[in-house]
């Protein structure tokens, strides 16, 4: 599996580390039944899914990819943007 | 009182010569990661080509001139090198001290792309991977930053504490190199 950092290029999946789905939060004051679904329950799609990964052992960017999930293709990859920078604290 | 003396990370370990290729330590030198604040970036620039006659490097390139380099070091990060910060550069980005962190070490011989190509998963051929070109790559799990000085010279950077490990498996790949002739 390769991806394809913005900055780096395309580098080996053994120099990054993932965290898992890229998903929106609830608003704080959505309520219990929201967060617990936020918190513990998945879709796990088979097919497009968007995801963070962290270029650990390269630039250091945490970087939103679209992966297959039944071929593992890279679709598309993006840096975090400023407001997503605190999808780091995995 | 006890006499101490600084010691450069490979002191006891190079330089050290296999067939073709000569590994050594390159001459310790003060360094600073640069880290422009948000949205200083810019004027950042200005200050170093003010001060140094460098402009902030693209990623994955270096810049260098009169014994002064700046290496892209990573996402918004830049590693001064060969010469003391300038006080007014604060004024743009976070400095740190590096100069005592990292073991730093060049890779020199006709083939050295073949030895780094054992160890790196990162295209290092001189058609790709030109003078002044940088990488922050894997390098045998530890977090690299290689950079091309000549037709057939790398820098490699890794961490201080990491120095015995480094020599140890660029050893291994140039004795590899060298056995197949």
Redesign the interface.
Known sequence: MRITCP???E??R??FTYRGAALDAPAADDGAEAWHSHVHLRQNPAGPLEEWWHH??????WIRVRRDTVSHVMLASA?AK?EDADGGSA | MVELSAKTPCADLLPLTVGALTLSEVAPTVMTTLSPY?GCRDALSAALEARYGLRWPK??RSTAKAGVRLLWF??D?ALLSGAAPDRGLSDHAALVDQSDGWAVVQLSGAGAEDALARLC??DLRPSVFKRGHT????LR?M?ASITRLGPASFQIMVFRSMAETLVEDVKTAMEAVAARG
């Open positions: 900055l780096c290029g580098r080996d053994r120099e650990q052992q390269g630039c250091g960017s840096l400023p | 948000e990623p994955n990573g996402r990060m998963p990162v990488a922050r790559c894997d799990h977090m």
